[in-house]
């Protein structure tokens, strides 16, 4: 007999061998039926798993994240066996769960397409059918070599574990794979899942290696949930900004023009040039100064800066011409650092709040270019503070509270607040651990005091300096950092930047590099994602369209209307085109432009205006002067 221990501290003895379902059964059998795993001694034990000797128990239900977890990954499993059953020369990468279900990479001489995935579906509810129970065995690294034999890919992770232990192989049916567990225990408990997509993607994710086929599939507990998260998906797709961005005109990505390097069309350049006014005014009233400086600069100002020894495979090459050398900026902070050198600062200078919007070049590799999320040319909405010590502090959370105003003012939200820290790497963090120490408890003390709740991640600073990282989940459900704030003091002592101090010593000021919302590149791909390409008034391209429906005997008056409205400075337009109302009507909502006026015998008798908001049936006929006032309105509250 063995003894279990539950959490709550009581004991219960079982014969060896029992495993997780059991012990769920024997408390009862609805807690049965929702086991999906356990924790036992803090490892993850398949439903099925015998469990050898005394330990505790942690049962993982249905209801557990981890649940999803195992269920997806025996979902992979289960899809694994109904490919090698279709494509009988089929070989298998990796298959681990992801945060909305599976995938699992296959190597097979067909290829598998998008209408070959419902036919790999039906032999997967054959298998489920068919309630095939999943046994773990443990082997020898010899005897599991010998098992695999002949397959490449299973060799490999085979030979990366470690020699003396043991290597946990599963055998399901006439189906044998090499997996760590934590499954379900048996097919049948599979039920609600769906194949979702193929894709390329290399062995262990190198480029050099062989291309595997994947296919990605989600799976769930009920069928409510499964339909849920594919209304979900639909929903997404119809979010998705490279097709938005297309409709809407917004930006125009072309081999031509080069890979990663976006357009940016009438429309999407007139969002862009409001969110800079925007930022700049924004910035203004917080006390920056705005500068401007060139996309090329020295190579030496990136050796100074570590750019150079740091960042170099995400830079482009280097240019040169007449003996000097050039590199295309991937980022402005020692263009900064020479502006803040061109005069003596004292100390009442500071702090010296230079900002600017940053064109920059970074290589990304073709492969992982996409949309406007992922870009070789962009541009940051960029700031370098430079404080001295005793206004580090207040100067960080100054620039934090304006990140929040911005993120708000767009409509986003926040995810999560993240602290990153160094870690012990020997190389990869500037070398001082006194200036660490000191940088890292200034920007822990910051959130603690001021209840800003954060998660801390050891090893993900900046090689100069902690950073505060603010990450927004975006309608795609990508978590992205929007926001940064990043403590420096390598690079004012690289670049030896000094102010003369009250005692009138020479002094080392500290720099706050600060992201505000990310690139307009990527901040576009959020914000089309966010609001469907229905942007808010104020950001719209084009924010009042003027209908007159009969292009003649309305005429004069929509055109007063529309002059009017340029006057007022909205994006205002005019539709005289000689097309049916109800044509110039759809091409509007299509275009999904915030307010419609249509003008009829009516509104030019009453000099009235007949609107309609986006999205909205109803039509609401106001005096002119009352749409102007409400058009004011509306921009002015962002909405
Ligand atoms: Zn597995
Ligand atoms: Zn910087």
Redesign the pocket.
Known sequence: MIDIRFPDGRTKAYEAGVTPEMIAGDISSGLKKKTVAAFVDGALYDRNRPIEQSATIELITQDQEEAFEVLN??T??LMAQAVRRIYGDALFGV?PPIEEGFYYDIATEATIRQEDLPAIEAMMRQIVQEKIE?YREELTREEALKRFEGDAYKTELILELPEDEPISI?TQGEFV???????IGNTGHIKHFKLLSVAGAYWRGKSENTMLQRIYGTSWFSREALENHLAVLEDRKARDHRKLGKELKIFELNQEAGQGLALWLPNGYTIRKVLEDYVYNLERRAGYKHVSTPVLGTKKLYEISGHFAHYQENMFPLMSRDGEEFVLRPMSCPHHMIIYKSELRSYRDLPLRLAEIVIMHRYEASGALSGLERVRAMTLTDSHIFVRKDQIKEEALAAYKLILQAISDLGLKIDYVELALRDNEKGKFHDNDQLWDEAEAMLKALLVEENIEHREVKGEAAFYGPKIDIQVRTAMNHVITMSTVQLDFLLPERFDLTYIGQDGEKHRPVVIHRGLISTWERLMSILLEQYKGAFPTWLAPVQVKVLPVNIDSHRAYADALNERFLDEDFRSELDARPEKLGYRIREAQTLKIPYQIVIGDQEVADQTVTYRRYGEKAQTTVPLEDFVALMHQVIRDKS
Request: charged share 15%.
């Open positions: 990954h025996s992979a499993h298959g999943m599963y794979d090499l997996c760590r567990g934590g499954h």
